[in-house]
Nanobody
């Protein structure tokens, strides 16, 4: 089992910056990927950025050049530095961890509770 706790959401003006953090606890040694997703009202939950335990990163086209994902592989924490924020970035942001159960060749997804990010003047 893995538990995720997010922090750092809030209200920010367009063009501003915000940093989200997520800390994993429990069976963290088997986590292979951590990611941030977001879900705006009435829309599906979409990937924002991800980072693997080898440091490989992936970004949605809409945030490339504005958001940076980073993490501590030992502590299994992941951060999302968001800059040049736009109103369309407004959403609930969720942290996700992917756990690999090697003995069973199973991948399990865990989600945080979500944190609200609102970009508005």
């Amino acid at each position: 089992q893995v538990q995720l706790v997010e922090s750092g959401g809030g209200l920010v003006q367009p063009g501003g910056s915000l940093r989200l953090s997520c800390a994993a606890s429990g069976s963290i040694s088997s986590i292979i990927t951590m990611a941030w997703y977001r879900q705006a009202p009435g829309k599906q939950r979409d990937l924002v950025a991800s980072i693997t335990n080898t440091g490989d990163t992936n970004y949605a086209d809409s945030v490339k050049g504005r958001f940076t994902i980073s993490g501590d592989n030992g502590k299994k924490t992941v951060n999302l530095q968001m800059s040049s924020l736009k109103p369309e970035d407004t959403a609930v942001y969720y942290c996700k961890a992917v756990q690999h159960i090697y003995s069973a060749s199973v991948f399990l997804d865990y989600w945080g509770q979500g944190t609200q990010v609102t970009v508005s003047s």
